[in-house]
């Protein structure tokens, strides 16, 4: 036994004599190691970040002032207009927008501009809905649709070196639907399901109540179409509804970050033969006011008070002034999603939010379009709570309209605020194809981004408290989801205001 155990530690001993040459190396690198490390070397000198690496070739940097491209606009022969502002980087967005949207619908076509969303990007004349999706995942596209009141979007959004395929599918998509009716019969039934869950999100619900509420004419017009007008809807209603608003006197094909003439050359060749239609005049719409109420299983009561925002995106400044009060007035949730202090510095935060622990949330908001808008508070509280949630409301949306109660203090921050707001948005090319097409089809031009901030940096304490009466000298709006068994009546909130 001893001699075993002699000549299992021999083999023992002589491998860790063959190992040893390498761990004493490794031994010795980190010896060199520590010591370059408490005593530079020569070689460390030399590599030293505050010189250029030896044979690492180096960009150019940019110039301290780096200008904005100009957004050049061009109008096809047929009446598209195409508009880029050419920005460096490897990536762009190309969007068609299409002045059309459910202002536009009236008794058959009820929803269509709805079910237009869902069909974007489906099967066309010349390629399957499966080889578009193939198409897309090879090129790391990313396309979206979105339909409102008075717009239809359509965006693609991709690296530069695929912008040639980008521009033949975004237009094969646009021109050639097919609006096959099994593809549409299996949208209406996801249109029917959200439509059902329209009233399990109380916000989404209450936003779309207040256009129903607070307008008559085309703004009234249902966006999220109601299930017996989903079931009027087929693939022909859907393409006779498109053929007729579709036309290229009101299409705008937008993009940034591709050069101009370069989508002039495939838009012209692609675009040359879109039909053209009779000039339209757009719906017009009257802001009414009114209440509604619907009763929901809830321990929560949602409230949502509106009043017009008179000119809409047309009249400018005032628009601006909107904007601004929406910063300073501000509010949010209970719980700063966003992190600590998220907000905290706005009207709501300050006055409401930490004073009431019962307000889960309360925040200004506005939904502006281009002749009027609507601009108010919403809130979420508990059923016990709401009838002073709305007083509160109240007293808030009065206190704008009040000379001396808003501080130079607060409006020269949420000046800042916004103006910081403006400028991080337009860093996003998705966002500038967007504000170019919105703003050509709102403008027929797009405004330099200098006017809109020197439009801020002008606003005065005196302009914030006319703008704010002139607004709630209208009718209020008041819409409520959940136990609204005690939200105010509304007589009672109209008597506040005037």
Same mark, same amino acid.
């Not at 023992?12 to 004599?17: D, H, I, S, T």
């Not at 030896?54 to 780096?66: C, E, K, T």
């Not at 966006?223 to 006197?249: M, S, V, W």
């Given at each position: 036994?001893?001699?075993?155990?002699?000549?299992?530690?021999?083999?023992?001993?002589?491998?860790?004599?063959?190992?040893?040459?390498?761990?004493?190396?490794?031994?010795?690198? /980190?010896?060199?190691?520590?010591?370059?490390?408490?005593?530079?070397?020569?070689?460390?000198?030399?590599?030293?970040?505050?010189?250029?690496?030896?044979?690492?070739?180096?960009?150019?940097?940019?110039?301290?002032?780096?200008?904005?491209?100009?957004?050049?606009?061009?109008?096809?022969?047929?009446?598209?207009?195409?508009?880029?502002?050419?920005?460096?980087?490897?990536?762009?967005?190309?969007?068609?927008?299409? =002045?059309?949207?459910?202002?536009?619908?009236? *008794?058959?076509?009820?929803?269509?501009?709805?079910?237009?969303?869902?069909?974007?990007?489906?099967?066309?004349?010349?390629?399957? &809905?499966? =080889?578009?999706?193939?198409?897309?995942?090879?090129?790391?596209?990313?396309?979206?649709?979105?339909?409102?009141?008075?717009?239809?979007?359509?965006?693609?959004?991709?690296?530069?070196?695929?912008?040639?395929?980008?521009?033949?599918?975004?237009?094969?998509?646009?021109?050639?639907?097919?609006?096959?009716?099994?593809?549409?019969?299996?949208?209406?039934?996801?249109?029917?399901?959200?439509?059902?869950?329209?009233?399990?999100?109380?916000?989404?619900?209450?936003?779309?109540?207040?256009? /129903?509420?607070?307008?008559?004419?085309?703004?009234?017009?249902?966006?999220?179409?109601?299930?017996?007008?989903?079931?009027?809807?087929? *693939?022909?209603?859907?393409?006779?509804?498109?053929?007729?608003?579709?036309?290229?006197?009101?299409?705008?094909?937008?993009?940034?970050?591709?050069?101009?003439?370069? /989508?002039? =050359?495939?838009?012209?060749?692609?675009? &040359?033969?879109?039909?053209? *239609?009779?000039?339209?005049?757009?719906?017009?719409?009257?802001?009414?006011?009114?209440?509604?109420?619907?009763?929901?299983?809830?321990?929560?009561?949602?409230?949502?008070?509106?009043?017009?925002?008179?000119?809409?995106?047309?009249?400018?400044?005032?628009?601006?002034?909107?904007?601004?009060?929406?910063?300073?007035?501000?509010?949010?949730?209970?719980?700063?999603?966003?992190?600590?202090?998220? *907000?905290? &510095?706005?009207?709501?935060?300050?006055?409401?939010?930490?004073?009431? &622990?019962?307000?889960?949330?309360?925040?200004?908001?506005?939904?502006?379009?281009?002749?009027?808008?609507?601009?108010?508070?919403?809130?979420?509280?508990?059923?016990?709570?709401?009838?002073?949630?709305?007083?509160?409301?109240?007293?808030?949306?009065?206190?704008?309209?009040?000379?001396?109660?808003?501080?130079?203090?607060?409006?020269?921050?949420?000046?800042?605020?916004?103006?910081?707001?403006?400028?991080?948005?337009?860093?996003?090319?998705?966002?500038?194809?967007?504000?170019?097409?919105?703003?050509?089809?709102?403008?027929?031009?797009?405004?330099?981004?200098?006017?809109?901030?020197?439009?801020?940096?002008?606003?005065?304490?005196?302009?914030?408290?006319?703008?704010?009466?002139?607004?709630?000298?209208?009718?209020?709006?008041?819409?409520?989801?959940?136990?609204?068994?005690?939200?105010?009546?509304?007589?009672?909130?109209?008597?506040?205001?005037?």
């Amino acid at each position: 036994m001893l001699s075993g155990m002699l000549r299992s530690s021999t083999r023992v001993l002589r491998k860790l004599r063959g190992l040893e040459p390498a761990a004493a190396a490794a031994a010795r690198r /980190l010896s060199a190691a520590e010591a370059s490390a408490t005593s530079p070397s020569a070689s460390a000198r030399d590599n030293s970040l505050l010189r250029p690496l030896p044979g690492l070739d180096l960009p150019p940097p940019l110039p301290d002032n780096l200008g904005r491209s100009p957004t050049r606009i061009t109008t096809l022969p047929c009446g598209i207009r195409v508009a880029t502002e050419d920005v460096p980087g490897p990536s762009a967005c190309i969007g068609f927008f299409i =002045n059309s949207g459910s202002i536009y619908e009236s *008794g058959e076509t009820t929803g269509v501009s709805y079910m237009l969303e869902k069909m974007a990007f489906k099967d066309t004349k010349h390629r399957r &809905h499966r =080889n578009l999706v193939h198409e897309l995942e090879l090129a790391g596209g990313n396309v979206g649709a979105s339909c409102a009141r008075e717009q239809m979007v359509y965006s693609y959004d991709t690296l530069k070196g695929y912008m040639p395929e980008a521009i033949e599918i975004l237009i094969d998509c646009m021109r050639n639907p097919l609006f096959l009716q099994e593809e549409v019969e299996r949208q209406l039934v996801l249109a029917r399901e959200e439509v059902q869950n329209l009233q399990k999100n109380p916000e989404r619900f209450l936003h779309e109540q207040l256009n /129903l509420v607070g307008f008559s004419g085309a703004i009234a017009n249902p966006l999220i179409p109601p299930e017996d007008a989903l079931a009027r809807i087929n *693939g022909k209603t859907i393409q006779k509804f498109y053929h007729e608003n579709y036309t290229a006197d009101r299409v705008v094909l937008a993009a940034s970050g591709v050069d101009h003439e370069r /989508l002039l =050359n495939y838009s012209e060749f692609l675009l &040359h033969d879109w039909h053209t *239609g009779s000039p339209v005049e757009k719906p017009k719409s009257t802001y009414v006011g009114g209440d509604s109420r619907h009763r929901a299983d809830s321990d929560t009561t949602h409230v949502a008070l509106a009043f017009e925002v008179p000119g809409g995106w047309l009249q400018e400044r005032d628009a601006t002034i909107m904007t601004v009060i929406q910063t300073l007035m501000g509010g949010g949730g209970s719980f700063s999603s966003g992190g600590p202090g998220k *907000g905290m &510095h706005s009207r709501l935060y300050l006055r409401v939010l930490n004073k009431y &622990h019962a307000v889960q949330s309360f925040s200004a908001f506005s939904n502006v379009y281009d002749n009027t808008g609507l601009f108010g508070i919403y809130m979420t509280t508990s059923s016990d709570f709401v009838a002073k949630s709305v007083d509160v409301a109240t007293s808030e949306l009065i206190a704008v309209a009040t000379p001396g109660e808003v501080t130079e203090v607060e409006l020269q921050r949420a000046k800042n605020s916004t103006i910081s707001s403006v400028l991080m948005n337009l860093e996003s090319r998705a966002i500038v194809a967007e504000d170019i097409g919105r703003q050509l089809l709102t403008y027929g031009c797009r405004k330099p981004i200098d006017y809109f901030l020197q439009c801020m940096e002008e606003i005065t304490l005196n302009d914030i408290t006319t703008f704010a009466r002139k607004m709630l000298s209208s009718q209020p709006t008041m819409v409520s989801w959940g136990d609204v068994g005690k939200v105010p009546p509304y007589e009672f909130v109209c008597k506040r205001f005037h």
